[in-house]
């Protein structure tokens, strides 16, 4: 993803959870717009669906 995105912010969440999610975020500029692909395994993904869930029907107010 660097090789193609020289410019991107990375943030590895791998190294650092936060309640337990990890993936790595990277946010290049695509166009003039800053854009965010999450790199995520199967079980990663589904914690980060799982948890978003949860935390909407214990009334958050939004997405996390």
Same mark, same amino acid.
């Given at each position: 993803?660097?090789?193609?995105?020289?410019?991107? #912010? =990375?943030?590895?969440?791998?190294?650092?959870?936060?309640?337990?999610?990890? @993936?790595?975020?990277?946010?290049?500029?695509?166009? *003039?717009? #800053? =854009?965010?692909?999450?790199?995520?395994?199967?079980?990663?993904?589904?914690? @980060?669906?799982?948890?978003?869930?949860?935390?909407? *029907?214990?009334?958050?107010?939004?997405?996390?």
């Amino acid at each position: 993803m660097s090789q193609l995105f020289p410019q991107a #912010r =990375v943030l590895d969440l791998r190294a650092r959870p936060s309640h337990g999610y990890r @993936a790595i975020h990277v946010a290049p500029m695509i166009d *003039g717009y #800053r =854009v965010e692909v999450q790199v995520r395994t199967n079980l990663q993904h589904l914690w @980060a669906e799982l948890s978003e869930t949860l935390a909407l *029907g214990h009334g958050a107010p939004e997405p996390k």
